[in-house]
């Protein structure tokens, strides 16, 4: 959770903005779209911008049965090769990949996280995502996990991304070269994780340890959109932020304060679309034009609006939110009014905390850095016992 009352921003950047026909009004060719110069250049308009966070939707292309005529399919890479990409060219923003936790190898999944956190310096975070498709599951060759418990599979690969994490010691790279030891093996630890859930009758195991040292921040920050797991998880500090949405954003509030009673530990984040008067053309006038394209079908609330009224919106929300994540509805149009008017206006009013290079995701949400759950019960092997006993 936040340290004090000032909140954080966070911008979604995926594609050409969260509107379906976003790509009819974005400022570059369409191949520029998968370039590595977008990615850079994007995050770094956010970075500039003020923005604290940067977060990267993943996901399969539109099915063309929803959109025949391939009018608004839009193009991606990959959200955490994106954000790895953004790592090194960043100094202050964080960078929140969304990774699938249903289909996709739950060692994979923190291996991947913790070299993300290397290469930004401290500054990565994991938005879990579940996919509920068929179409997903036959792509790895499992059965298709019932809805019933998609909740408790992202658990359980949470829970083993965390202990994975874990399984090195702070201090396991010792590189001592007189004795031409890289690593110290007793500060390597088994996981022996057991999954809770088993599909088409077979669950999976993790021994462990990580094939890559403790990340930076020991723990990444994980963050889950509210709903996928349940009130015991939540309870038990499975997620460190939860995002919340609402049809309207008069009903944030109570979304809020519900997510903040399920779990009181946890940051809590609101969604939001934005739709900006922009280019002398009033925000209801834009969303008609995009819409009359391709209708924009959201679950979040929606703002559609000017700066000014949109600043007082966020400021309100910040008033019991720790932060608040846009998704614009044209990234190149509304980053703009956002950059020039809005974020400005929220720093003037004291009510956004102040961007911190070389800072931690887990020193945006106020989060001590852990110690490792297993260097506590840490046992000499016999090698280094003899050693002690002979000095």
């Known amino acids: 959770m936040s340290t004090a009352a000032q909140g954080f921003l966070a911008l979604e950047l995926d594609g050409d903005g969260a509107h379906p026909a976003a790509w009819r ?56 090769q994106r954000a790895a990409f953004a790592g090194p060219v960043t100094g202050s923003i964080v960078l929140v990949p969304e990774v699938d936790t249903v289909y996709t190898e739950p060692f994979h999944i923190s291996t991947q996280l913790a070299s993300l956190d290397y290469v930004s310096g401290g500054r990565a975070g994991w938005l879990v995502a579940a996919s509920d498709r068929a179409a997903d599951a036959a792509a790895v060759g499992r059965s298709v996990v019932a809805s019933d418990a998609v909740g408790r599979e992202a658990a359980d690969s949470i829970e083993v991304s965390r202990r994975l994490w874990d399984s090195w010691e702070d201090d396991a790279v010792v590189r001592d070269v007189a004795t031409g030891r890289y690593i110290d093996v007793d500060k390597l630890h088994y996981v022996d994780f057991e999954s809770t859930v088993e599909s088409g009758g077979a669950g999976y195991s993790v021994k462990g340890p990580s094939i890559i040292p403790r ?31 609402a049809p309207t954003p008069e009903l944030l509030a109570g979304e809020i304060a519900e997510a903040r009673a399920a779990a009181p530990a946890a940051a809590i984040i609101a969604e939001l679309d934005v739709v900006l008067d ?114």
């Open 25 to 80: 009004k974005a400022r570059h060719t369409p191949a520029e779209l998968l370039d590595g110069t977008r990615v850079r250049a994007t995050v770094l308009a956010t970075e500039s911008a003020g923005f604290h966070v940067a977060t990267f939707a993943d996901g399969p292309l539109t099915p063309a049965s929803s959109d025949p005529g391939g009018r608004d399919i839009p193009g991606g890479l990959n959200a955490l």
């Open 215 to 245: 990340p930076l921040q020991g723990q990444l920050p994980v963050l889950a959109p509210a709903g996928l797991l349940g009130a015991d998880q939540l309870s038990a500090g499975a997620v460190d932020a939860v995002l919340v949405s």
């Open 278 to 391: 922009a280019r002398g053309q009033s925000a209801a006038g834009r969303l008609a034009e995009l819409d009359g394209h391709t209708p924009w079908q959201s679950s979040r609330a929606r703002f559609v609006g000017t700066a000014a009224e949109l600043t007082g919106l966020l400021a309100s929300i910040l008033e019991t939110a720790d932060g608040v994540r846009l998704h614009p509805a044209v990234l190149d149009v509304d980053l703009e009014e956002l950059a020039q008017l809005v974020l400005p206006a929220l720093r003037r009013r004291g009510v956004l905390a102040p961007q911190q290079t070389g800072s931690t995701f887990r020193h945006l949400l106020g989060l001590q850095r852990p110690a490792s759950r297993y260097a506590a019960v840490s046992v000499p092997s016999a090698a280094s016992a003899a050693s002690a006993a002979e000095n």
